[in-house]
């Protein structure tokens, strides 16, 4: 879900995005079915590899988190 959030955005620019690695990722919390997920990604380095550290919440509760790493290509 982050990549491909990430993606879209690449996508409005004209760029295309692939997916190097994830790292440091931490779950927090099972995330159930009909809850909604809040996504936020910032880009903490340009590339080659880009980096983005993102959380996803529900509601204001962490539910997980970690940095991934994004190529143009």
Do not use: C, N, T
Not at 1 to 20: P, T
Not at 28 to 33: A, K, M, S, V
Not at 50 to 58: L, M, N, P, Q, W
């Amino acid at each position: 879900m982050v990549f491909d959030a990430i993606a879209r955005q690449a996508a409005e620019r004209g760029e295309r995005m692939r997916l190097s690695a994830v790292r440091k990722i931490r779950f927090r919390r099972l995330i159930r079915p009909g809850e909604r997920l809040e996504i936020s990604a910032v880009r903490e380095r340009e590339g080659p590899p880009a980096s983005y550290a993102f959380r996803v919440s529900v509601g204001a509760e962490p539910a997980a988190s970690g940095i991934m790493l994004v190529e143009r290509f």
